[in-house]
């Protein structure tokens, strides 16, 4: 994560950051596949995400330490390099049959607003130069991936952080 941050005053600072991570993706569909059967079939997608937000930041400078919070909003692109999928594939007869089918599924870039919120302390070591800790959260829609599947759900991420700052 790279994060540039502005603080005015205690009440007023901002920061616009972008982040970038793995997000794979596993999908699992059901569907009816004769009388009284299911089938079940999966997906898995590589993935990564790239997260661009703006936060507003509060905080207090107490000697060496700032403690601040910040919440904000943005936008969370997933983009697909690939995926493979495995269906059973049924007939029906005096036995009932399955078997596995794999192969490559179709896959789409997907793009949701993301909310965020955190939490954490600068530490100043030097002049320019400290430690963050930070706990920082996000909430968007789970992304659409696959053309088959759209999931109409929300996801919750948290993550614990630790870096460190360079002041100018």
């Not at 994060?3 to 972008?18: M, Q």
């Not at 999908?27 to 997906?43: K, M, R």
């Not at 060496?64 to 936008?75: D, N, Q």
């Not at 089918?101 to 530490?123: E, H």
Request: with cysteine.
């Amino acid at each position: 994560m790279l994060e540039l941050r502005h603080i005015s005053n205690p009440l007023v600072g901002y920061e616009v950051t972008y982040s970038y991570s793995p997000a794979d993706q596993d999908y699992i569909v059901t569907q009816p596949c004769s009388v009284g059967y299911t089938c079940l079939g999966t997906a898995h997608v590589n993935s990564v995400a790239h997260e661009i937000t703006g936060d507003w930041v509060a905080s207090v400078k107490l000697t060496k330490l700032r403690p601040f919070a910040l919440g904000g909003i943005g936008v969370r692109i997933d983009v697909p390099s690939g995926g493979a999928a495995t269906a059973q594939e049924c007939i029906t007869s005096d036995l009932f049959i399955c078997e596995s089918i794999t192969g490559s599924v179709g896959t789409n870039t997907s793009s949701k607003v993301v909310f965020v919120y955190g939490a954490g302390l600068d530490w100043t070591l030097l002049a320019h130069l400290g430690l963050r800790f930070q706990f920082r959260g996000s909430v968007y829609k789970a992304p659409d991936l696959v053309y088959a599947a759209t999931p109409n759900s929300f996801i919750q991420t948290s993550e614990p952080m630790a870096g460190i700052f360079v002041q100018f």
